[in-house]
């Protein structure tokens, strides 16, 4: 099965923004959709955006009209675009594959 690894987070001022990368140790073409999540501390994981083949994308209410997730395929990369981030998307941030493992995650920190 493919291996996915998040990279790309930091830390950032509120209102900033971060692109978190999803890089696939193989070809993702023929992947059906690929998903991210986050957890904050103390809470649970909680799905963020996901991409079907193609381009059909669908968000959480908390982040839609902030993110964007997109796939070069490629590459054999997601990405997730997070614009006007507020203190309350400080999380890590993970991306998966459907049944798939849980990778290592990216801490994505939101303060001034």
């Known amino acids: 099965q493919v291996q996915l690894v998040e990279s790309g987070g930091g830390l950032v001022q509120p209102g900033g923004s971060l692109r978190l990368s999803c890089a696939a140790s193989?070809?993702?073409?023929?992947?059906?959709?690929i998903n991210w999540y986050r957890q904050a501390p103390g809470k649970q994981r909680e799905w963020v955006a996901g991409i079907i083949i193609g381009t059909s994308t669908n968000y959480a209410d908390s982040v839609k009209g902030r993110f964007t997730i997109s796939r070069d395929n490629a590459k054999n990369t997601v990405y997730l675009q997070m614009n006007s981030l507020k203190p309350e998307d400080t999380a890590v941030y993970y991306c998966?594959?459907?049944?798939?493992?849980w990778g290592r995650g990216t801490q994505v920190t939101v303060s001034s």
């Open positions: 998966r594959v459907p049944f798939g493992p």
């Open positions: 193989g070809s993702i073409f023929n992947i059906n959709s």
